[in-house]
């Protein structure tokens, strides 16, 4: 089990993980296997919870529920918002002249604001807790559609975009953060299913209730709607949302490297390898840099050393210095149960400081912003921020579509029309989700139960296959049939099926993600939004000249091939992900050793 679930082990791949560790033939259960914490149906719960109540990981089901509830609501509003200037667009022009390619400028600025926030504001949960970013964009959330309600001219509407995106940004990163610390890794799969579903029903359903709220009063009344929903939104998240931050390795867990170097058997084979020496080693050097600053130069230096150290001479050094820290090792280590709730006013505090905070935290700060960059140097990264990028490409390449053709002859749609469009779409992205979530749940544990146990981050592409075909139909079917006056059905369909590969892509980047790499959730979302927003901002910007200078038919056909193309990455990912993932396993390791020190 220790190749699995330690790190330290020669043999751990990042991304492999045994769920169904009792029912692995010849497989040595050793005293820490025994205590493994396992669920109802005999997983392994990874992370493995300490006894502490106030472990977010033992929260009551009541108190997960609440929590996710208003992360789901954060979710689906700031996505709402970020999409539905749109269904104002006609109003804009016809009141005050503000152009179609100003909104398309405005929607680029937005998707800037995404991708920059979500990078900027990161630091931010590991120093401070989850908590202080949530409030930080849902006020400036809140004086974006302020902004935006009483915009006149054409720089209000682009530039109150800027502060939208960056309400949006803790729905990029920060969620998924959060949801990771009150959930297990086999459950994460269902838990972004309604992730991404609150993400779609705001992407689509936004504009729909926006387009309604123009339509019964006025486009400023859209705005107003926003920001009252804001402040009330604020006021829930300060008094109702707790903070999820929990240093684990203070604790006592089966897992803990500092507890398990202690408790190698010296008499068996395994534990008088290097592999022994070098977790005793680590569980030294865990003592010693909270003494110390670690820098990144250390690490390679002290592998260095080793490298060049007979294993004799590194036993002798084990032996020697084990007898000295072993006392001090134990006595940092929290028993939880020993532990009581923490109160209520410090469950909801507005910041909660980080173990390892120095001073202010200001060096630190951006420590961490460029540490967060080093998430860009591995493949999976990529293609999570590809899977998910494109989708939203697609998104601003219809929206323009639809506003280009459906306010005229022979649709003659109004605002609201317009905005019903978006129900097909919504449809589509709620099968996508189940299908690509609920559904992958089931599939990856039965392939777990197939291979004794063991399940592989890629088991989850199998379902990219169906979005490789479905996604390029939609885009096919609504793009031909909108430059050729089809019948409705083959447009809506179309839009139907588009929105199936939104659901289905975004659930896979995300879950094929958070299972390569499950100790740098974080990072790896920020990179993803950095990729995804990257793309967006650029597309949204060429968008009308390329349909203008190729045709909406053209255009259309060519982005059903680079959707085929960029869904078809599973196949290589698939075939030759588990090298990869084995082949960064160092530098995830040391990522993660180097994150905690900074």
Not at 91 to 113: C, H, K, P, R, W
Request: net charge negative; glycine share 8%.
């Amino acid at each position: 089990m220790d190749k699995y679930t330690d790190r330290s082990h020669p043999e751990y791949i990042p991304g492999t993980f045994n769920i169904y560790a009792s029912g692995v033939p010849g497989t040595p259960v050793n005293d820490a296997f025994k205590v493994l914490k396992k669920d109802k149906n005999d997983v392994v719960l990874i992370p493995q919870p300490s006894d502490s109540p106030n472990d977010p990981l033992n929260w009551p089901k009541w108190r997960k529920l609440i929590h996710f509830g208003l992360l789901s609501f954060v979710t689906a509003f700031t996505a709402a918002t970020s999409n539905d200037a749109g269904a104002t667009q006609d109003s804009l022009n016809e009141i005050y002249g503000i152009s179609y390619d100003s909104m398309n400028t405005g929607a680029g600025v937005l998707f800037l604001g995404v991708g920059c926030a979500t990078l900027l504001l990161a630091p931010l949960s590991s120093l401070y807790g989850r908590k202080i970013t949530y409030l930080i964009c849902t006020t400036l959330g809140l004086f974006g559609a302020m902004w935006f309600a009483l915009a006149r001219r054409t720089a209000d509407t682009i530039w109150s975009q800027l502060f939208v995106g960056i309400s949006e940004s803790c729905a990029e990163a920060q969620v998924q953060l959060s949801l990771n610390d009150i959930y297990f890794q086999h459950q994460i799969g269902s838990v972004l299913t309604v992730y991404i579903l609150c993400t779609s029903i705001g992407t689509f359903l936004g504009p729909l209730i926006a387009g309604y709220i123009a339509s019964l009063a006025t486009f400023r009344w859209v705005g107003w709607v926003a920001t009252i929903i804001s402040g009330g939104l604020l006021i829930a998240l300060i008094f109702g949302l707790e903070e999820t931050y929990f240093d684990r390795n203070r604790y006592v867990t089966p897992l803990n490297p500092k507890l398990r170097s202690l408790n190698d058997d010296p008499n068996t084979s395994d534990n008088r390898s290097a592999y022994s020496v070098s977790e005793k080693m680590k569980g030294l050097a865990a003592m010693q840099t909270r003494e110390r600053n670690i820098t990144e130069e250390d690490i390679v230096n002290d592998n260095e050393m080793h490298d060049n150290t007979s294993e004799g001479q590194i036993d002798d050094k084990a032996n020697d210095v084990e007898g000295k820290f072993e006392d001090d090792l134990i006595d940092n280590l929290r028993d939880g149960k020993s532990e009581g709730l923490l109160p209520y006013h410090k469950r909801i505090a507005i910041i909660t400081k980080a173990t390892n905070l120095k001073g202010w935290g200001l060096k630190q700060y951006f420590k961490y912003l460029f540490f967060n960059l080093r998430m860009l140097l591995f493949p999976p990264v990529w293609l999570s921020g590809l899977f998910w990028g494109i989708q939203d490409v697609f998104l601003s390449f219809y929206l323009t579509t639809e506003d280009t053709y459906f306010y005229d002859p022979p649709w003659n749609y109004s605002d609201y029309g317009v905005a019903i469009m978006n129900v097909p779409t919504l449809i589509g992205a709620v099968i996508g989700c189940v299908y690509a979530g609920i559904f992958s749940d089931y599939f990856v544990l039965w392939m777990a139960r197939r291979n004794n146990g063991i399940l592989e981050a890629e088991y989850r592409l199998y379902f990219s296959l169906a979005a490789a075909l479905i996604g390029p139909a939609g885009l096919l079917m609504f793009g031909i049939g909108s430059d050729r006056s089809l019948p409705w059905q083959v447009i809506y369909v179309g839009l139907g099926f588009i929105g199936f590969s939104w659901g289905c892509s975004g659930d896979i980047a995300m879950a094929y993600l958070m299972d390569c790499y499950p100790d740098m959730v974080l990072e790896g979302m920020v990179c993803t939004a950095i990729i995804n927003n990257s793309i967006s901002c650029i597309f949204t910007f060429v968008c009308s000249d390329w349909l203008d200078a190729s045709g909406t038919e053209n255009t259309y056909i060519a982005l059903a091939v680079i959707n085929f193309g960029i869904a078809l990455l599973a196949l290589p990912s698939f075939y030759y992900g588990k090298r990869i993932r084995k082949w960064t396993k160092e530098w995830y390791n040391q990522s993660v050793d180097l994150r905690d020190v900074l």
